[in-house]
């Protein structure tokens, strides 16, 4: 296995850091914003070769605060599922990983209203399974979603509305490592992916991992606030919505992708 794949897809070091959200500097008005995200999903929030945070999550909202003078934004890095739990507490004030909506959060939380990337969700098996193209057709086999996301929901939500053929979900706490060989070894039977997340594991793992049907939803992603943070929401929605009227926001998508990839064919 390549070392790129190995220093971007095993970063689960650092997490549940104890930082208060919300403060401001001392001896002036500017703000302090904590943003939680992870480290363990490239090209969007991971760990480079110096352990730095990295990613199209990180750039972009780096892009933004360099656009805020009234605020400045610290990074805290907490595993997928800390993250809203993280803002329930006050410890962050902006959830940043790929977040789409649901009905669940949409009560709970505020949501942004500039989305910042757009995907399309689907089945993924290992080359050469057939018989798999819908929910249906996984019905008794092993599924391997993350827990608390909306893959998950959906998953879970079939399973309610079809209690006598159930899936078997597996809450995936592991690795990408993991999750690949688990699928190429028939371990697990298929998992949920996005188009993007099928080709960058393909192009680091060296896998072989298909999409299967049609898709499964089509997710626009969102940072996520407390519900009282109404005017940092507008404020950074107002820089979201200029820097994707410019085509900045594409191009840092873009980067992020290319720099993931480059790193993997200088290092492998």
């Given at each position: 296995m390549k070392r790129i794949a190995a220093i971007l897809l095993t970063a689960g070091l650092l997490f549940g850091l104890s930082a208060c959200?919300?403060?401001?500097?001392?001896g002036n008005s500017v703000r302090t914003v904590v943003v939680g995200t992870s480290n363990d999903y490239p090209p969007y929030c991971y760990l480079d070769g110096n352990g730095d945070l990295v990613g199209f999550e990180k750039e972009l909202l780096d892009a933004v605060d360099?656009?805020?003078p009234q605020y400045k934004f610290k990074y805290e890095i907490y595993d997928f599922k800390n993250i809203l739990t993280a803002l329930d507490t006050g410890r962050v004030d902006i959830?940043?990983?790929q977040y789409g909506t649901n009905p669940e959060r949409e009560e709970k939380y505020l949501f942004g209203t500039v989305p910042?990337?757009?995907?399309?969700?689907?089945?993924v098996v290992?080359?050469?399974?057939?018989?798999?193209?819908?929910?249906?057709?996984?019905?008794?086999k092993i599924v391997s979603v993350a827990p608390a996301c909306n893959?998950?929901?959906?998953?879970?939500?079939?399973?309610?509305?079809?209690?006598?053929?159930?899936?078997?979900?597996?809450?995936?706490?592991?690795?990408?490592q993991i999750l690949s060989s688990n699928l190429e070894n028939g371990v697990i039977d298929a998992t949920v992916m996005t188009t993007a997340d099928v080709q960058l594991m393909n192009t680091l793992l060296g896998?072989?991992?298909?999409?299967?049907?049609?898709?499964?939803?089509?997710?626009?992603?969102?940072?996520?606030?407390?519900?009282?943070?109404?005017?940092?929401?507008?404020?950074?929605?107002?820089?979201?919505?200029?820097?994707?009227?410019?085509?900045?926001?594409e191009r840092l998508s873009q980067a992020a992708l290319d720099s993931v990839i480059k790193n993997n064919k200088e290092l492998g």
């Open positions: 959200g919300g403060g401001t500097d001392d360099a656009r805020l959830a940043a990983h910042y990337f757009s995907t399309e969700d689907f089945i290992a080359a050469g399974t057939e018989g798999i193209a819908s929910l249906d057709d996984l019905a008794g893959w998950a929901l959906m998953l879970e939500d079939y399973n309610a509305a079809h209690p006598e053929t159930p899936i078997q979900i597996e809450y995936y706490e592991s690795t990408p896998t072989s991992f298909k999409t299967v049907g049609a898709p499964l939803s089509d997710t626009e992603v969102f940072h996520i606030y407390a519900k009282d943070e109404t005017q940092l929401q507008a404020d950074i929605d107002t820089v979201l919505q200029e820097l994707k009227d410019s085509g900045e926001m």
